[in-house]
């Protein structure tokens, strides 16, 4: 059997990454030595385990708006917080100080806005007021970028109309709910000149005009005239481009989500060798879950969002008004590039 030196000296060296753009809130950045499976596990993971802080609780006092109690919860838990360092934050079913919330494993907002002119009042997320009892300087604050420093708009009120919550941040990530997710969008490209073949174009008269090549085609050799197809070539460089919302900078959410990848990886090697469970019982290995559902198929997260009317059985939720964004007492977090 030949061997191909070149081959050999770049898997020798490993994976191998190359940014190309980067931004505030972007980076562009090339993955090399690696394969099609490794490549895709990064951006899920990037995706929907990346742990940040998201409003989990509203505790409503007054609202006097014309968004009911839960219209406004729901915008309060989409608005991105700062996330910075929140390894700094335990996880509410880790926590051992509390049974729902304290300054460990949360960080808690105020909001109290009221109107008392006759034009409209705008109510935005620079009106959240984060309490100082938190586990560092930057987890929670509301992500503000707009050119006026307002963030994002969370209600209007007319004359005498009025809201004032509470609300609870907590440490969660996207596979449990959106409003935990650290990108907007990530995904990649290979093959630019479709020389695997991995995709039929589809097109009418011309291939080469109604497909028109990505920006990457300039950074790979096209395909010869006449080239034989080689069945056992496979890809091995993978153009990412990622997306954040603002709550964690571009290279931290890449280097979280490599760490969460190394410690998924390093559950699976813990039970193949522990059995079942691992030594621990936690077959997990501390990286982020889905939440466990009971045998009736309910969720087992505390309540979401109260109101003052107290909690009898007038909501299908359990409270006398709930709604099902319950507390996440899971995540993950992780930092440095490998």
């Known amino acids: 059997m030949d061997y191909d030196p070149m081959v050999m000296d770049a898997e020798a060296m490993g994976p191998s990454v190359k940014i190309t753009e980067a931004g505030a809130q972007h980076v562009d950045f090339e993955l090399q030595n690696v394969d099609l499976a490794f490549a895709n596990s990064l951006r899920r993971v990037v995706l929907a385990e ?58 808690t907002l105020t909001l109290h806005a009221r109107c008392t002119g006759d034009e409209i009042m705008k109510v935005y997320a620079r009106d959240l007021v984060v309490d100082q009892g938190r586990p560092n300087q930057w987890v929670g604050n509301p992500v503000i970028t707009d050119v006026d420093g307002l963030g994002t708009i969370i209600c209007k009120l007319r004359k005498d109309q009025e809201l004032r919550m509470k609300c609870i941040a907590k440490k969660g990530i996207a596979k449990e709910h959106a409003k935990w997710a650290p990108v907007a969008a990530v995904g990649f490209e290979y093959d630019p000149h479709n020389k695997l073949k991995h995709t039929d174009l589809w097109y009418e008269t011309d291939a080469e005009k109604e497909w028109p090549k990505s920006k990457y085609a300039e950074w790979e050799e096209p395909p010869q005239e006449g080239e034989p197809f080689d069945y056992d070539a496979a890809p091995d460089r993978f153009y990412f481009e990622l997306e954040t919302v603002g709550n964690l900078d571009p290279d931290a959410v890449v280097q979280q989500g490599i760490k969460v990848l190394q410690q998924k990886l390093a559950a699976v090697i813990q039970d193949l060798t522990e059995g079942e469970g691992g030594a621990n019982g936690d077959a997990y290995g501390g990286a982020p879950r889905s939440p466990d559902v009971g045998m009736n198929g309910g969720n087992w997260q505390d309540q979401g969002y109260t109101t003052p009317f107290g909690s009898g059985n007038a909501s299908a939720w359990g409270g006398g008004a709930t709604t099902p964004f319950g507390a996440t007492p899971y995540g993950q977090n992780g930092s440095g590039w490998s």
Do not use: W
């Not at 509203?58 to 309060?76: K, M, P, Q, Y």
């Not at 360092?85 to 335990?90: G, I, Q």
């Open 50 to 107: 990346v742990p940040t802080m998201a409003v989990d609780l509203v505790e409503v006092e007054a609202n006097t708006s014309v968004l009911a109690d839960e219209f406004i919860a729901h915008r309060l838990g989409l608005i991105p917080l700062n996330s910075k360092n929140v390894d700094d934050v335990s996880y509410s079913r880790d926590c051992d100080n509390c049974d729902n919330y304290c300054d460990q494993c949360s960080v």
